[in-house]
Each structure stands twice: as structure tokens, then as C-alpha cells.
T-cell receptor, first 119, second 115 residues
Framework: AQKVTQAQTEISVVEKEDVTLDCVYETRDTTYYLFWYKQPPSGELVFLIRRNSFDEQNEISGRYSWNFQKSTSSFNFTITASQVVDSAVYFCALLSAAGGSGNTGKLIFGQGTTLQVKP | EAQVTQNPRYLITVTGKKLTVTCSQNMNHEYMSWYRQDPGLGLRQIYYSMNVEVTDKGDVPEGYKVSRKEKRNFPLILESPSPNQTSLYFC??????????????FGSGTRLTVV
């Protein structure tokens, strides 16, 4: 079975604090993709990153960084020096590549982590 | 601007009255799909399309229809809406089914209420 678990339902931090959002996934497929999306209060889903299962390099983009560890099936997201504009719901998602006609492009989303950054 | 456009953004309708939520993308993407987002249930795929004239069911297709006659458009049709279809709906598109390096681009969402 494929599953994504975001154990932190809500996190509250004060501006400028660093915060890490956890994501643990389950899949039996050897080829898969992991994503993070941001859903601000306005409701749209904003793409942040896509990682494939063969690339365990950590990624940094400005204040955002991602740590992918296949050994623990985790794909954690860290925001450095958080800002009020970072307040949103963050979703981790898994796309498994079963191969052939089994590929559906279906994202398996976690339940999301609500991040509140207070001034 | 590269985008996925959904219309309408908000809709209140009555049970049984057929409606269509439109979705259009201007990025020449092959892959398109529909999701619904519900509290406690998260985001679930309704239908997807690998390319023109190729559509298939996702996890929760009951009560919905789709068509893909042109590459850019992927409308979601509710022929006889019921209150359990009250939800936030998202259309998404991508260059290919696996998301490509730019992931899936989502529309702004359609908040549907069926009374």
C-alpha cells in the first residue's frame, strides 16, 4: 500500500525561527516521486519541489531545504528564518511509478501540516 | 502567464441540477487530472487523462464524468449533483504523468456547495 504520513497536524512558531515539517512515506515501488506543495489561506496549491527516488541529494532553495532519506523513507522540509508569509498548510505527496499501464499520475497526499508563523 | 484556469471559483447549486466545472491549461501539457479536497479525507483523485481522448477513473469517480476532446481542456461534469459532492475541487496538469521537474500545476480551485 502507498501512504504518506505527516504526523505534525499543526505547528506554531515565532517569526525567524527555523521549522522542520516531517514526511514519511510508504511504497513498494522502486521508482517513485516525492513532492511538497504549499496551500496558503487563499486556497490554491503551490508547487515547491519534486524529487525522484534515485536522487537522494538534499535540495536548498533560498530559505527552503529538503532532506530526502530513503533509509528512513522520509522527505522532510525545513524553513529557515520563518516569515509570516510562510503561514500555510503544507502537503507532502507521493507518486509511485508502477510501470506500464499501472501509471496513473495519482498523487497520494499526506493530511497536511498547518504552519502558523507569528510576528 | 502559464496557468491552469478553473471556472467558476465558487458555486452553490441544488441537488440534481447538472453542472460543469471547466478547466483549461495553456502550457501544452499532456496530462490532466481532477482532485477533490475534503476535511479529514484530504485530497483524492477523481479522474485523470494521459492525453487527448484518453481518460480513466481515479479513486473517487462515482457521480462524475470527464472528457478530453482537446489538449487544453478537461471539464468535470456532475450530471446529478448530490450534497456529498460538496467539496473543494482542483484541476491539475503536467507535461507528463510523472509530473516533470516542475511538478503538477494546480488551478485555483472551485468551491462547490450542493444543497
Amino acid at each position: 500500500a502507498q501512504k504518506v504520513t505527516q504526523a505534525q497536524t499543526e505547528i506554531s512558531v515565532v517569526e525567524k525561527e527555523d521549522v522542520t515539517l516531517d514526511c514519511v512515506y510508504e511504497t513498494r515501488d522502486t521508482t517513485y516521486y516525492l513532492f511538497w506543495y504549499k496551500q496558503p489561506p487563499s486556497g490554491e496549491l503551490v508547487f515547491l519541489i519534486r524529487r525522484n527516488s534515485f536522487d537522494e541529494q538534499n535540495e536548498i532553495s533560498g530559505r527552503y531545504s529538503w532532506n530526502f532519506q530513503k533509509s528512513t523513507s522520509s522527505f522532510n522540509f525545513t524553513i529557515t528564518a520563518s516569515q509570516v508569509v510562510d503561514s500555510a498548510v503544507y502537503f507532502c505527496a507521493l507518486l509511485s511509478a508502477a510501470g506500464g499501464s499501472g501509471n496513473t499520475g495519482k498523487l497520494i497526499f499526506g493530511q497536511g501540516t498547518t504552519l502558523q508563523v507569528k510576528p | 502567464e502559464a496557468q491552469v484556469t478553473q471556472n467558476p471559483r465558487y458555486l452553490i447549486t441544488v441537488t440534481g441540477k447538472k453542472l460543469t466545472v471547466t478547466c483549461s491549461q495553456n502550457m501544452n501539457h499532456e496530462y490532466m487530472s481532477w482532485y477533490r479536497q475534503d476535511p479529514g479525507l484530504g485530497l483524492r483523485q477523481i479522474y485523470y487523462s494521459m492525453n487527448v481522448e484518453v481518460t480513466d477513473k481515479g479513486d473517487v469517480p462515482e457521480g462524475y464524468k470527464v472528457s478530453r476532446k482537446e489538449k487544453r481542456n478537461f471539464p468535470l461534469i456532475l450530471e446529478s449533483p448530490s450534497p456529498n459532492q460538496t467539496s473543494l475541487y482542483f484541476c491539475a496538469s503536467s507535461l507528463v504523468w510523472s509530473g516533470s521537474g516542475y511538478g503538477y500545476t494546480f488551478g485555483s480551485g472551485t468551491r462547490l456547495t450542493v444543497v
